[in-house]
């Protein structure tokens, strides 16, 4: 591995690491610095923030209908919390320092305990500076299981990450805040990988099926996918069931905190490799998660598979009894915002951005005292989103799902975040079914942190 390959992100051919964990076997989550080797053995490993010491932290396995009940134990030097994404849970459970709990200080604990109704892919990742705390290494995956799985020869959970580290010594680059990260398209990292290392390995065998639970946890990297060697079929977004499965022709796009889950066949002979590739930074298919096929007794050649059963509260939203709204994203670098309000003062551009805010929500920069929006318990909402900046956004509300509203009026599949494009209008509905104060950010972090977060509140 030479120091070019390094910086430019490629990946190799090891094998992977966060074996499952059942809910039922630990009570804690440990919050402590920890060591994990990001890079090629050739390199030291990297110092990383982890919990239970496992980068990522441990797959937690609970059943749709039963409950998470974790003791957050901060080891670390600083504040943190654990947000559970895109679970429908209790308010006061979502993690969220300064809106939903206080920080738990180094040394402290906080008991996080909540019901989980959905079944799917999900994730825990830290909500207290998350911009560095996530790139670190704060981040694990959550499985809600179906109380009838589909028919797969194995489920495999990928987390995608990028690292952003000195090429000398594989250490993160610092500051996690610098300007250009905060006021451009986010801290992009110069070394791709899965579930712990740059090498990615999962081994198969012919006419092998998948589920493979794909998640984004990378600070602002859209990952282009495509399948190699491999037929597939989207049966899950951000962790809500599609009605049918959808065969996978082409490219797969999973924006920052997005979820998929697939169902593949490999359709490779022993021998050969199947696997990931993404679309590099060069517009060339590289491989992110190599998968060899060995030899061995192959599973039978198996047709469409059958739907996921559906989730509870999928309602469609009434759009013609809805609250209209529309949020504006402003700021970054050439995009030329004027001013925004900050800490209750307004502000020019050059003020915000001595202050570390380069961004803002419909003239908002970083958190009000006040909601974006006060909405009635089960009201329908339809929310405009209009990107007037030059980046992309991965926008995630907290607490609910929502659909997009197609410019025929009709409804695309419920997701938790969304990517929303330079100058392409995006309207999202939702119906508010659940009390409480919801965050609404960007996940690109360093644009959450630097002044594109908002939240709403459902009484």
Same mark, same amino acid.
């Given at each position: ?79 943190? =919390? ?54 670190? *290494? ?229 958190? =009000? ?41 009709s409804f695309g599949p419920m997701r938790d975040t969304i990517l929303s494009l330079p100058d392409e209008p995006l309207e999202i509905a ?20 630097? *002044? ?8």
């Amino acid at each position: 591995m030479t120091r070019r390959a390094f910086c430019a992100g490629t990946v190799g051919t090891a094998g992977l690491a966060a074996l499952p964990l059942s809910a039922q076997e630990a009570a804690t989550l440990t919050a402590r610095v920890s060591t994990a080797q990001l890079a090629p053995v050739s390199y030291p490993a990297t110092a990383v923030w982890a919990y239970d010491g496992q980068l990522p932290g441990p797959v937690l396995r609970v059943p749709q209908g039963g409950r998470v009940t974790r003791q957050l134990v901060n080891a670390l030097p600083v504040p943190t =919390s654990i947000h559970w994404h895109g679970i429908r849970i209790d308010n006061a459970m979502d993690g969220v320092a300064g809106l939903t709990q206080d920080p738990v200080p180094p040394g402290e604990t906080f008991d996080y305990d909540f019901a989980v109704p959905d079944a799917g892919t999900y994730w825990y990742h830290a909500h207290t500076n998350s911009m560095e705390q996530v790139a670190r *290494g704060l981040a694990g995956a959550l499985i809600v299981e179906e109380a009838e799985p589909p028919e797969v020869d194995r489920d495999e959970v990928i987390l995608f990450d990028d690292w952003l580290l000195n090429p000398e010594d594989a250490q993160f680059m610092e500051p996690f805040n610098h300007p250009m990260s905060l006021s451009h398209a986010g801290r992009m990292g110069n070394l791709l990988g899965a579930n712990g290392t740059y090498d990615p390995v999962v081994a198969t065998r012919p006419k092998e099926r998948l589920r493979l639970r794909l998640i984004n946890g990378a600070n602002a990297r859209v990952f282009i996918l495509r399948l190699h060697e491999l037929t597939g079929w989207t049966v899950a977004l951000d962790g809500m069931p599609l009605p049918a499965p959808e065969a996978v022709e082409g490219e797969l796009t999973l924006a920052p905190a997005q979820r998929v889950d697939l169902i593949v066949d490999v359709v490779a002979e022993a021998g050969a490799e199947a696997g990931l590739l993404h679309l590099g930074d060069d517009d060339s298919w590289q491989v992110l998660v190599r998968m060899p096929v060995e030899s061995g007794a192959a599973s039978v050649v198996r047709g469409v598979p059958v739907p996921l059963p559906p989730n509870p509260r999928v309602e469609l939203p009434s759009l013609e009894t809805a609250r209209r709204l529309e949020m504006v994203m402003e700021g970054g670098a050439m995009a030329g915002m004027a001013s925004a309000r900050f800490e209750g003062k307004d502000m020019g551009f050059r003020e915000l951005a001595g202050r570390g805010q380069f961004w803002a929500l419909s003239g908002q920069s970083g958190m =009000s005292d006040t909601p974006f929006a006060r909405l009635e318990r089960g009201e329908s909402v339809r929310l405009k989103l209009t990107n007037a900046t030059v980046f992309p956004h991965a926008m995630h509300l907290h607490g609910m799902h929502f659909r997009e509203v197609h410019p025929d009026g009709s409804f695309g599949p419920m997701r938790d975040t969304i990517l929303s494009l330079p100058d392409e209008p995006l309207e999202i509905a939702f119906v508010a079914d659940n009390p409480g104060k919801w965050l609404l950010h960007c996940h690109m972090l360093a644009h959450a942190a630097a *002044g594109m977060i908002s939240w709403i509140e459902v009484a």
